[in-house]
Nanobody, 128 residues
Framework: QLQLVESGGGLVQPGGSLRLSCAAS????????IGWFRQAPGKEREGVSC????????YYADSVKGRFTISRDKAKNTVYLQMNSLKPEDTAVYYC?????????????????????WGQGTQVTVSS
């Protein structure tokens, strides 16, 4: 059974940090570009970050540049999103998604409609 499971969300004060994980089972992430997206209540889903299968390309939304870092651990078949200096406007449900590509691909996109398979999401709330 193919699964993407996000974890690591929670309640954090402004200025704090969280690390989100996206663990894949039933398939290898070596053949995937992985994106992180978020959706706040009443807003459209937006691309936050992505990383290519080759790890040669990454993308960050302007709103998170310098604060968030995406990485992948191939041995654990997991992708991470380290989120620092969190702001109340970062509050949202965070999703990871994959697009199937070859392992040497530099493909990485911040557009949700480019992705093939999604996790269920994890809530991040930034509040004092």
């Amino acid at each position: 059974q193919l699964q993407l499971v996000e974890s690591g969300g929670g309640l954090v004060q402004p200025g704090g940090s969280l690390r989100l994980s996206c663990a894949a089972s039933g398939f290898t992430l070596d053949y995937s570009a992985i994106g992180w997206f978020r959706q706040a209540p009443g807003k459209e889903r937006e691309g936050v970050s992505c990383i290519s299968s080759s790890e040669g390309s990454t993308y960050y939304a302007d709103s998170v540049k310098g604060r968030f870092t995406i990485s992948r651990d191939k041995a654990k078949n997991t992708v991470y999103l380290q989120m620092n200096s969190l702001k109340p406007e970062d509050t949202a449900v965070y999703y990871c998604a994959i697009k199937r590509v070859v392992p040497t691909s530099y493909y990485c996109s911040g557009y949700a409609d480019r992705y093939d398979f999604w996790g269920q999401g994890t809530q991040v709330t930034v509040s004092s």
